[in-house]
């Protein structure tokens, strides 16, 4: 079966200290892994793809990369307004229209 | 990215009455559009794709008489609560894939709160 966890389940940094939140996964031919950002009461908001291990994806303080089993998001120097969830999902290669999700890391950042 | 709008942002209603939410693609045509229900602190779950001109798939487990899919048009698809309960509230998110835009990656509507009374 699919399967999406991530750890830790939340995560308080002050501005400034870096970290890196994980994401494992298990599924049966990867055909992408994708990270989003959800503020509360909002919508997932698209950050980035990954297909295939040894990926990096970089956008402002955020570093997505990928191996065979996991995902980390690195984050460098973050700010305040870096607070959210932050949602991993993939997508399998015998139902490429599914995404299953992880429950997601709660980040807080203070200034 | 391409955006996708959902109307109401949040509903109240009580118990044994429908309740209709729209998802709309602004600027890009879905030929496929996707359903989620979100419970608080939990991931966000799959409930059907909803694909235009054609029936919805329902995940397992996911009533599809009382959560009725209609995706008449390529930027609108409407997901309606039929007699909706309690247990039914929850945060729906629709979300659409841009087939132009070659990353597969699916794109989030900001979500209606449903409370049912």
């Known amino acids: 079966e699919d399967q999406v966890t991530q750890s830790p389940e939340a995560l308080r940094l002050q501005e400034g200290e870096s970290s890196s939140l994980n994401c494992s996964y298990t599924v049966s031919g990867l055909r992408g892994l994708f990270w989003y950002r959800q503020d509360p009461g909002k919508g997932p908001e698209f950050l980035f793809t990954l297909y295939s291990a040894g990926e990096e994806k970089e956008k402002e303080r955020l570093k997505a990369t990928l191996t065979k089993k996991e995902s980390f998001l690195h984050i460098t120097a973050p700010k305040p307004e870096d607070s959210a969830t932050y949602l991993c999902a993939v997508q399998g290669v015998f139902n490429t229209d599914k995404l299953i999700f992880g429950t997601g890391t709660r980040l807080q950042v203070f200034p | 990215g391409a955006v996708v709008s959902q109307h109401p942002s949040r509903v109240i209603c009580k118990s044994g009455t429908s309740v209709k939410i729209e998802c709309r693609s602004l600027d890009f045509q879905a030929t496929t559009m996707f359903w989620y229900r979100q419970f608080p602190k939990q991931s966000l779950m799959l409930m059907a794709t909803?694909?235009?001109?054609?029936?919805?798939?329902?995940e397992q487990g996911v009533e599809k008489d009382k959560f009725l899919i209609n995706h008449a048009s390529l930027t609108l698809s409407t997901l309606t609560v039929t007699s909706a309960h309690p247990e039914d509230s929850s945060f729906y998110i629709c979300s659409a894939r841009d087939p132009g835009g070659g990353n597969n990656e699916q794109f989030f509507g900001p979500g209606t709160r449903l409370t049912v009374l």
């Open positions: 909803s694909n235009e001109g054609s029936k919805a798939t329902y």
